[in-house]
T-cell receptor
Framework: DAGVTQSPTHLIKTRGQQVTLRCSPK?????VSWYQQALGQGPQFIFQ???????QRGNFPDRFSGHQFPNYSSELNVNALLLGDSALYLC?????????????FGEGSRLTVL | GNSVTQMEGPVTLSEEAFLTINCTYT??????LFWYVQYPGEGLQLLLK?????DKGSNKGFEATYRKETTSFHLEKGSVQVSDSAVYFC?????????????FGTGTRLQVTL
């Protein structure tokens, strides 16, 4: 049973560029959440997708956008990258019908902006 | 808003020592509380959880009790092992309907030495 998988694992971009990160949820899960984890900090909620719609959003600018596909996989897009966007981006999946709050996390995509 | 405060690390202990990592929270209503662990090079994993006051979550020798009167959820283990070296995150979820997000603390790094 595959867990949450993310790609790429590492990437380097320059300021002003755009990046797309990808996530496949755990088998059987229908909800995907994205978190940003800056170095030495706890993960910060970016947004959550269910039924291909953004259901909840954290305090992140519109440069951060996402998408969920019919197979429940998801993408996180960040436009006009800033140095401060350098972080580990975590994808987490869950099953909406069982709202226990337990999330299953991928290993993350580490983004470095130069 | 919701927030979680953890004791700062790093915490360095010798093997078989007693561990306490303090966690306090601020939230309206009755949140569910979690401890997640991040081993080196891995994604976050749920360690234990408690969903109501006086509940005790336990797993792998770790325990934490949901104390509403002190708004705390301290993590304890009676005898740590080198393999427990990781970063530990306290978190809460305050479900808003069926769309819910985790609020994390900043994490506490634990290093256990022989």
């Amino acid at each position: 049973d595959a867990g949450v998988t993310q790609s790429p694992t590492h990437l380097i971009k320059t300021r002003g560029q755009q990046v797309t990160l990808r996530c496949s949820p755990k088998s059987g899960h229908d909800t995907v959440s994205w978190y940003q984890q800056a170095l030495g900090q706890g993960p910060q909620f970016i947004f959550q997708y269910y039924e291909e719609e953004e259901r909840q959003r954290g305090n992140f600018p519109d440069r951060f956008s996402g998408h969920q596909f019919p197979n429940y996989s998801s993408e996180l897009n960040v436009n006009a990258l800033l140095l401060g966007d350098s972080a580990l981006y975590l994808c987490a999946s869950s099953l909406r019908a069982i709202n226990t709050g337990e999330l299953f996390f991928g290993e993350g995509s580490r983004l470095t902006v130069l | 808003g919701n927030s979680v405060t953890q004791m700062e690390g790093p915490v360095t202990l010798s093997e078989e020592a007693f561990l306490t990592i303090n966690c306090t929270y601020t939230a309206t209503g009755y949140p569910s509380l979690f401890w997640y662990v991040q081993y080196p090079g891995e994604g976050l994993q749920l360690l234990l959880k408690a969903t109501k006051a006086d509940d005790k979550g336990s797993n792998k020798g770790f325990e934490a009790t949901y104390r509403k009167e002190t708004t705390s959820f301290h993590l304890e283990k009676g005898s740590v092992q080198v393999s427990d070296s990781a970063v530990y995150f306290c978190a809460l979820i305050r479900a808003a309907g069926t769309a819910s997000k985790l609020t994390f603390g900043t994490g506490t790094r634990l290093q256990v030495t022989l």
